[in-house]
């Protein structure tokens, strides 16, 4: 037996009496149910705040838009320098041809096109903000066959500005075959013009307040000839295929 103050006794190991559980402190949460809806309502405020963040950032960008007004960049092939074009049948009589004698009655097999340009294309910025330029690679074909790559690295350019770009191509001894080295040929020979097509997809994005809009793109088509005998360039029309998002 054990004797405690205030005259209580307990036997040990015995269950304590009603007053003792009575007086112990009450120790523990809320309830299950409470902590969940807590939980809830904290979520529910990040969501509003959220919404109220996104809002707030379409509500400035709208402002943004209508006091810069931002307009389409405009990127064109300005210049085209011949350095050296050549047409090279395989046979003898049809490189007679190429250099302007007669067209051999034999149709070639093939035709080997030799050729270095350089292209300077100019980039305009109408706008009050800069633009940034992505990394742009220009395909240079003949009857839709690529021939070579013009690559323009990529750049910003401010406000209001006029940019020139220069880029060569270089193609040696490209092997033209069948049909297409037929009319590459006769192109040379008889027409001395060799119609060539540049296309290219320019990507853009306008920069406002250290931030970027999102990419334009613009696609330049160019159609140029190139007198063989002359060395020069005797045709050229681009435009703008069109504008997307």
Same mark, same amino acid.
């Given at each position: 037996m054990t004797t405690r103050s205030n005259g209580e006794h307990h036997h040990g190991g015995g269950p304590p009496s009603y007053q003792q559980q009575q007086r112990r402190p009450h120790y523990g949460g809320a309830p299950y149910g409470g902590g969940? @809806? /807590?939980?809830r309502g904290c979520c529910c405020c990040i969501f509003l705040l959220l919404t109220f963040l996104a809002l707030l950032a379409l509500a400035v960008a709208l402002v943004v838009v209508l006091v810069v007004k931002p307009r389409k960049p405009q990127f &064109?092939?300005? #210049?085209?320098s011949v350095q050296y074009l050549l047409v090279t049948p395989p046979s003898s009589s049809a490189a007679s041809a190429a250099m302007g004698g007669t067209v051999a009655a034999a149709v070639p097999a093939a035709a080997y096109l030799s050729l270095n340009i350089t292209l300077l294309f100019t980039a305009v910025n109408p706008n009050k903000v800069g633009i940034r330029y992505g990394a742009t690679a220009f395909d240079v074909m003949y009857h839709g066959v690529p021939l070579? =790559? @013009?690559a323009v690295p990529g750049f910003e350019q401010p406000a209001h500005s006029t940019r020139l770009l220069q880029t060569r191509v270089i193609v !040696?001894?490209?092997? =033209?075959? #069948?049909?297409d @080295? #037929? &009319?590459?040929? *006769? !192109?040379?020979?008889? /027409? &001395?013009?060799v119609d060539l *097509?540049?296309?290219g997809d320019v990507g853009a994005k306008i920069l406002v307040l250290g931030f970027s809009s999102p990419k334009v793109q613009v696609s330049v088509d160019c159609a140029i000839a190139i007198s063989p005998r002359r060395q020069s360039l005797t045709y050229k029309q681009c435009g703008v295929d069109g504008l997307s998002v």
């Open positions: 969940s @809806a /807590s939980f &064109d092939l300005n #210049q085209v070579g =790559v @013009a !040696d001894r490209f092997n =033209v075959l #069948q049909a @080295a #037929q &009319d590459l040929v *006769r !192109d040379a020979a008889i /027409s &001395d013009r *097509r540049i296309t």
